[in-house]
C-alpha cells in the first residue's frame, strides 16, 4: 500500500484556546479528488487551515506522502506543494491578473512564461483579462484567478475552500469541469463545498463534516444515496 | 501680467512650494509603504530623516578633514544611505519583529519610542545645536535665469533646488519600475493588498519586509538630505516638524498607495507655500507661521470626508 497524498490523521486542533476540530480524520489518495461538506462552521475551513499550519494543532498529524507535516508554517508547506485557495479574499485585489499569477509562482520561478500559457489554456477568459486589476473581475473570474493562481507551482494537491460559493449555475458548472480537467493532468484535489450535490458528484469519496469530527464518509455515490445526508444537505435548491 | 504677478508668485511661492513637496512626497512614501505593509504608523520615520542629514555631513566633514576637498551632499549621501539602511532593519529586527504578532497600537508606541531614542542620540552625538549643512547664499541658477529671461518668464531657481526636483523624479521613476516591474515589488504590493493571503501564497514576508524598510529608508534619506540642502542647516528638531505634513500628504494620497503619497505630498507642499499668498490685498493669506496648521486642516477634513484618500487607500 502507498501512503495517501494527504492525510489528517485524529485531529484536536482550534485557534488559541478554543478547540473547533475534536477528532477529524480525512486522507486524499493520489488521483482523486475528495470533497468536505457539511453545515456552517463545522470546521471545514479549519480543516485546510490546519494542513497549512495555521492552527494550533494539540494532537493528532497532518503527513504529506507519509511524511509528517504537522505544525510546518504556511510557506514551508506551500514549498513542499500543498497549494491552497482559501474561501475568502483569495487574490490581490490591486494587482492584475498576471501579477497575481506570478505570485503565484514565489516559491518556483523558473519557467513562469510557459506556466502562464498553461493557465491561460485551461483557463481562456483570463487570457484576455491579464492586465487588468483582480478585484474588478466578476466573482467567477476571480475564483479562476485564485485557482490558476494555485495551479502556478507543481501542486502535489490542490485544496479548494468552497469556489463556487455565491457562483451563478453556469461558472458552477465551468469550475466543476475545471477541476475534472485538474484532476485529469494528475493533481489530486480536496475540495469543501457548500453544494454538496455538486461536489459528491464530482467527487471520488466524500467526508460529511459535523461540529469538527467525522460524521459520514464513503464514495460521492454513496453519500449521494444516503437518505440522512439527503434530508441534512441535499434538499432545497442545490 | 508676467511682471506684475506671475513672476512674484512662480518664483516665490510656487517654486518653493513644489520643492517642499517634493520633500513632504519624499517622506511620505515610507510612511505610506510601512503603513501598508507592516501596518503600522511609523513615528520614527522623520527621525530617520533628520539622522540622515547628520549622517550626510559628518562624511561630507570627513572628507573635507582628510582631502580638503568639499563633497557634494547627493555624493555623500550615497554611503550614509548604505549607513541608515543597516540601521533600519537592525531596528527592524531587534525592535518591531517582537511586536510584529502584538496588536499594531504597540508597535506605533514602540516607533514613538525609537523616535525618541534616536533624537536622544543624534542629541548625544553632534550636540543640541544647530549645524551649518551648506554655506553661502544660494545663486539661481544663471542658465535658466537667462533663458527664460529671454522669454519674459524670468525663473529664479538656485541649484539646490533644480537637485531637488531631479532627485524626487529620479527617485519616484526607480520607485514605479520597482512597483510594477520586479518580483520583489510586486511582492510588496501583494504584502499590502493582503498579508494573509501572501502567507499562504508562500511568499517570504520577511524578505518583504526588508525590502519595504530599504526603499523606505532610501526615500527618507533623500528627503532628510534634501530638507538639509534647502534649509542648508541641520536641527535636532527638523525630522519631528516634518512628521505631521508627512502623515497628512500619505493621508490624502491614501495610505498603502506611493502615488498617492507623491501626489499628496505635492499638494501639501503647495497648499502650504501658497496659503501665505497674498490672494486678497496686500498680506499674506494666512500668516507663514500657521503653515503646519494647514497641513492639519487638509488632514482632519480628508480623514473626514474621504478616509480612504484621493487614490482609495485602506481606510481606518
Ligand atoms: N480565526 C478564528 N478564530 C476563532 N474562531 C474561529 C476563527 N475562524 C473560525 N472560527 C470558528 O471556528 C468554527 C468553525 O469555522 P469554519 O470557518 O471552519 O467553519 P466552516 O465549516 O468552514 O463554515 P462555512 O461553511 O461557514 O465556511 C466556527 O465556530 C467559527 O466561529
Ligand atoms: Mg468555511
Known amino acids: 500500500m502507498t501512503d495517501p497524498i494527504l492525510s489528517l490523521n485524529n485531529l484536536k486542533a482550534g485557534y488559541g484556546q478554543t478547540e473547533i476540530l475534536h477528532d477529524l480524520s480525512i486522507y486524499v489518495d493520489p488521483n482523486e479528488i475528495v470533497a468536505i461538506i457539511g453545515p456552517n462552521g463545522a470546521g471545514k475551513s479549519t480543516a485546510m487551515k490546519a494542513v497549512l499550519g495555521l492552527l494550533n494543532i494539540r494532537e493528532g498529524n497532518v503527513t504529506l506522502n507519509g511524511d509528517d507535516i504537522t505544525d510546518t508554517p504556511a510557506a514551508q508547506v506551500v514549498r513542499l506543494g500543498i497549494s491552497y485557495v482559501p474561501q475568502t479574499q483569495n487574490v490581490f485585489v490591486n494587482l492584475s491578473v498576471q501579477e497575481n499569477l506570478e505570485m503565484g509562482a514565489w516559491t518556483r520561478p523558473e519557467g513562469i512564461p510557459e506556466r502562464l500559457a498553461e493557465m491561460y489554456e485551461l483557463f481562456p477568459d483570463l487570457a484576455e483579462k491579464r492586465n487588468q486589476a483582480a478585484g474588478s473581475l466578476s466573482g467567477g473570474q476571480r475564483q479562476m484567478v485564485a485557482m490558476a493562481k494555485a495551479l502556478m507551482v507543481d501542486a502535489k494537491i490542490l485544496l479548494l475552500d468552497e469556489p463556487t460559493a455565491g457562483l451563478s449555475p453556469k461558472y458552477r458548472g465551468e469550475i466543476f469541469a475545471t477541476i475534472q480537467k485538474i484532476k485529469s493532468t494528475g493533481v489530486p484535489i480536496l475540495i469543501v463545498e457548500q453544494n454538496a450535490k455538486q461536489a459528491l458528484g464530482v467527487a471520488d469519496r466524500g467526508y460529511v463534516l459535523v461540529d469538527g469530527a467525522n460524521r459520514h464518509t464513503g464514495t460521492g455515490a454513496e453519500l449521494l444515496a444516503d437518505r440522512e445526508i439527503a434530508r441534512m444537505f441535499l434538499g432545497g435548491g442545490h | ?316
Request: hydrophobic share 55%; proline share 4%; aromatic share 12%.
Open chain 2, 1 to 316: 501680467m508676467w511682471d506684475a504677478f506671475g513672476f512674484e508668485f512662480v518664483n516665490f511661492y510656487l517654486i518653493p512650494g513644489l520643492v517642499l513637496g517634493c520633500i513632504y512626497a519624499l517622506g511620505a512614501i515610507g510612511i505610506t509603504l510601512t503603513f501598508g505593509i507592516l501596518r503600522f504608523a511609523n513615528f520614527a520615520h522623520g527621525e530617520m530623516m533628520m539622522m540622515g542629514g547628520y549622517l550626510t555631513w559628518t562624511i561630507m566633514a570627513i572628507v573635507t578633514a582628510l582631502f580638503g576637498l568639499t563633497l557634494h551632499p547627493l555624493v555623500a549621501m550615497v554611503p550614509a544611505t548604505a549607513v541608515v539602511i543597516f540601521l533600519f532593519l537592525l531596528t527592524d529586527k531587534y525592535f518591531y519583529k517582537p511586536f510584529r504578532k502584538e496588536d499594531t497600537i504597540k508597535v506605533v508606541m514602540a516607533s514613538f519610542g525609537m523616535m525618541l531614542i534616536i533624537r536622544s542620540a543624534v542629541q548625544a552625538i553632534w550636540g543640541p545645536n544647530q549645524l551649518k549643512f551648506v554655506s553661502g547664499i544660494a545663486k539661481p541658477n544663471e542658465i535658466l535665469r537667462d533663458v527664460s529671461g529671454s522669454i519674459d518668464l524670468m525663473l529664479l531657481v538656485p541649484n539646490k533646488h533644480i537637485w531637488i526636483f531631479l532627485g524626487t523624479i529620479v527617485i519616484v521613476i526607480a520607485l514605479s519600475y520597482l512597483l510594477n516591474k520586479t518580483r520583489i515589488g510586486k511582492a510588496m504590493r501583494a504584502v499590502s493588498d493582503s498579508p494573509d493571503l501572501a502567507h499562504v501564497t508562500g511568499i517570504d514576508v520577511d524578505q518583504v519586509i526588508r525590502a519595504t524598510w530599504i526603499v523606505g529608508g532610501i526615500c527618507a534619506m533623500a528627503a532628510g538630505v534634501f530638507l538639509a540642502m534647502d534649509i542648508q542647516l541641520l536641527e535636532t528638531t527638523m525630522g519631528f516638524r516634518m512628521l505631521l505634513p508627512m502623515f497628512a500628504a500619505a493621508i490624502l494620497g491614501g495610505i498603502g498607495k506611493p502615488y498617492g503619497a507623491v501626489f499628496g505630498g505635492l499638494v501639501i507642499g503647495l497648499a502650504e507655500e501658497l496659503s501665505a499668498y497674498p490672494w486678497i490685498g496686500d498680506t499674506p493669506l494666512l500668516s507663514p507661521g500657521y503653515k503646519t496648521g494647514v497641513a492639519f486642516a487638509i488632514m482632519v477634513i480628508m480623514l473626514i470626508v474621504r478616509p480612504q484618500g484621493l487614490f482609495k487607500g485602506r481606510s481606518f
